[in-house]
């Protein structure tokens, strides 16, 4: 096992009805700006029951954050916080609209560009306004954790940070509010998270067995409850399961100690950035042709995971490994999620921009073993048309 | 699943040579009380190492915390504390001093009788000093949790209480500092781990399949290093492993949203109190007899323990249940620690002053379904004999 530090001092508050605990959660006295993304918050109901739950507090509205949330969106909340004089965050919403609030309540307080922020990696950031989050959408853990990804469309770059200061406060995390979410967001949630744990998990074997089990664990519920999610929308434990499942994912827990990939994560993010693509399918996509074209370094761990995860016992480890990376992908189709860019009519002209983009982004070597330069990431687009 | 909570503030500073980082975690103004245990913590070169990290700050001493701590020791450093005017305090050793530095961290800020924190089970507690451990013995997870059980030696009393602002501030874990101890400990912390991951796993099945194969993860992985940790005391990783699995059994993690039982612990607590067992001696004792006398509410969860723990597939699911306690049985007799009353020179005799004190402590409905009478503890207590 590797050194590591843990630290997560987000308060989780789980459970039907629980929006109810936001008086309790947040200061009386504090003037707070609710941040959220499209209509639906307002539609749902999940909106009115927030501003009733804050009682006599101050608070503003923020809304439109989108999908990838971009840092020409934010910086307009940035100026609202500063006209108006807000002292509290609330994000209703899922992890753009988290990772957004995240952004903002480090740039309030920062000094300069607040571009900086994201370039430097969160380096630069000294300190943010608190916030807590009430999630709808099963997804990104971004919940529970101190991460950020932030698009600027001007530059079609998409850029993460992370910093101590931006853990939730709290965060609400109620099932029922995921009953109304489109099977599409469902799905997505369900790669999302699938992947989030085969990050940290699948590279090579580091004596850590506590961490194998628990992202097998982990990896084992979301083939289970994933379909069932999508057959039986309104069954409370499933989606509590769920819920509780994707924010375990990417809480920082199950990647302590352990050797970590994220290259599946960073080719994605050129496919979002440059063609759009929601950043489930992204993962769906290169995943699988990530896994076969690293097979040799990660053949060891393929070949647990296959017999861990999906029981399958016979055959060489090659042969293990390369029937885990089949199955996966089939869950991910199963799931809804396809997992071609054919199949998002995408072809053989948009390799070399993606290239291009990830060069420029500076990941030139990606991988636990940094060894995925441009040209093994070029092969890795190929293998996925 | 249940509603719940979940907020654990406890930074996790993991890996050989960490102590060093004390330095970074105590502010530098810190006048800081060291409180350990026996003489091990000298011989060892770890309380140096601790000084030495702790540079030019003012520092005190406090030895002689006892395993199961006393109130009548602990209420000394209080008294010290107070004298000599320290803001900061440094548990340095396993369970015991960590319990009791969580006790002294309560009792310098409470107005009153300071036993009140116990017999409220912290409700009347509003504060503590700020407070970090250096653990050198892994077993209770007091490093990271908000929990403490102090004994009073005069009513031969032991009570628990928790409190948020007793979860340490930091708990620096360094698997080498474990290579020195007696296997008795190891023994006893391998089974104390196991015992506590038992209490929030095997009651019955609540829909929560995360915490589930989280739980037995814990108790596989236990089962598979618990041995090797005997076998080979310098084998960093196997210590790594137990070390940061103890921790997880009991940080809060695996209950949330469960039910949780706890009756095997009160009744063991009295073994201890009465005729001085140690505490993971009075699990093993009397956790295969609960299990048995508990069957018909337990047998699902038995028979879920059964296979995904032990592997055990055939027979029916009290069959599968009875092989399951059997083989737990075993695994602690192969760990050293012996699992009847007789084994400890404890006969009949004990039984009665046994149930006395455990209904005078008011233990008179256990369990996760709270209907573990004195009648019922009884016939655990002679079927342990």
Do not use: C
Not at 155 to 183: C, E, G, N, W
Not at 292 to 311: D, M, N, R, S
Not at 358 to 379: F, Q, V, Y
């Amino acid at each position: 096992m590797n050194n590591f530090e843990f630290y997560n001092p987000t308060r989780i508050v789980f459970g039907e009805g629980k929006i109810v605990e936001l008086n309790r959660l947040i200061p009386k006295e504090a003037k707070v700006l609710i941040l959220f993304g499209g209509e639906s918050a307002r539609k749902t109901g999940t909106l009115d029951e927030v501003e009733k739950a804050l009682g006599h507090r101050q608070i503003g509205l923020f809304g439109g954050i989108e999908a990838n949330p971009r840092y020409e969106t934010l910086i307009k909340a940035v100026e609202q916080i500063k006209q108006e004089g807000y002292d509290y965050l609330l994000a209703v919403g899922g992890g753009s609209v988290i990772d957004g609030t995240k952004f903002v309540a480090a740039a309030v307080n920062f000094e300069g560009d607040s571009w900086d922020i994201l370039t430097s990696g969160g380096a630069k950031v000294t300190s943010a306004l608190p916030f807590g989050t009430v999630l709808t959408l099963p997804a990104t853990g971004s919940e529970m954790n101190k991460g950020s990804v932030i698009t600027r469309e001007a530059t079609q770059s998409k850029r993460a940070f992370m910093h101590d200061s931006v853990y939730p406060q709290f965060s609400i995390l109620d099932p029922v509010k995921t009953f109304t979410l489109p099977p599409r967001q469902i799905s997505n949630g369900v790669v999302d998270a699938f992947v989030h744990v085969m990050e940290q998990y699948l590279t090579y074997p580091a004596n850590a067995p506590v961490q194998d089990v628990f992202a097998e664990g982990l990896l084992k519920t979301l083939i289970d409850i994933g379909p069932k999610a999508l057959a039986t929308p309104h069954d409370y434990d499933i989606r509590a399961s769920l819920m509780w499942t994707a924010t375990l994912a990417l809480n920082g827990l199950i990647g302590v100690g352990v050797p970590q990939d994220w290259s599946t994560h960073m080719l994605g993010h050129e496919l979002t950035a440059l063609y759009g693509l929601d950043h489930a399918q992204t993962l769906a996509i290169v995943l699988p042709s990530m896994l076969i074209e690293k097979l040799p370094q990660k053949q060891a761990k393929l070949a647990q995971y296959a017999e861990q995860v999906w029981g399958v016992h016979d055959g060489s480890d090659k042969q293990k490994a390369l029937q885990a990376i089949e199955l996966t992908r089939e869950f991910f189709e199963r799931m809804q999620v396809k997992t071609r860019l054919s199949d998002y009519n995408l072809g053989q002209d948009v390799i070399e921009p993606l290239i291009e983009s990830l060069t420029k982004n500076g990941m030139t070597a990606l991988g636990e073993h940094h060894d995925i330069t441009p040209e093994i990431s070029r092969r890795v687009y190929v293998a996925s048309l």
